[in-house]
Structures are given as structure tokens and as C-alpha cells.
């Protein structure tokens, strides 16, 4: 093992089919208004976690919620994950501010995802 330990899920995106609808229930559920509001996303912070609406499941193609690992080395765990055995389902790529994100595919199928703050 490396020592490319993760700081944890802290961000869980949710593709949505009706944003207005899944605003209003998040709210709800939080207790907090979005920090980002915008027709493409929303996005709340609750309790150290950062808590994403995707509209239409996004350019990504979501069709279930995607926990999001943080990482201090993005590459490295990637690295480190598919030579254990994951499979790139998204490569890295840079979602603006400097923080990049890439998901990948456990032995079962389920997608695990990658993130780097610079």
C-alpha cells in the first residue's frame, strides 16, 4: 500500500430527473439553501459533505448516485486502484477551479469516484 490515503467521501453527486423537485427535497432534508444554484447543478454543504444534484444524470451519464473519495494524489490512487483491480470508467479531468475528478469501476460494477483539490 502507498501512502495515497484518501481524506474520505466528502462529496456525493445524485443525478436528477426534475432539479426544482430535488432542490426542494434536499433543502428539506439538509436544512440548508444550495451554495451553488445554477440550471446545470446545485449543490448544498451539510455537515462537512458536499451534496450535488446532476439534471439528467450530467455529461457523465450518472443513473445512480457516485460517492466521491478524496484524494491528496489523484493519479496515484488511480494507479493504485485499477492495479488492484478497478477499471477507468472516467478518466481524469479537471471540472473547473482546479479540481479534478475521474470514476472508476469496482470487480462488481459499482463506480467509485476520485477527487483531487489542488
Known amino acids: 500500500m502507498s501512502d495515497s490515503s484518501t481524506q474520505g467521501i466528502r462529496t456525493v453527486l445524485h ?3 426534475d432539479l426544482a423537485k430535488a ?3 434536499y433543502a428539506a432534508l439538509l436544512g440548508v439553501a444550495p451554495v451553488v444554484d445554477g440550471s446545470y447543478y446545485v ?3 451539510a455537515a462537512g459533505q458536499h451534496i450535488g444534484l446532476v439534471p439528467a444524470g450530467g455529461p457523465q451519464a450518472m443513473s445512480s ?4 473519495w478524496h484524494v491528496p494524489d489523484i493519479e ?3 494507479a493504485e486502484v485499477t492495479a488492484a483491480g478497478a477499471v ?8 473547473g477551479g482546479g479540481r479534478l475528478v475521474a470514476t ?3 470487480p462488481d460494477g459499482n463506480v467509485l469516484g ?3 483539490d489542488r
Not at 448516485?65 to 466521491?68: D, E, F, N
Open 15 to 17: 443525478p436528477v430527473s
Open 88 to 95: 477507468v470508467k472516467e478518466p481524469v479531468r479537471d471540472v
Open 104 to 106: 472508476v469501476t469496482d
Open 23 to 25: 432542490k426542494a427535497v
Open 43 to 45: 449543490g448544498f454543504e
Open 114 to 116: 476520485l477527487l483531487q
Open 65 to 68: 448516485p457516485v460517492a466521491y
Open 76 to 78: 496515484a490512487k488511480l
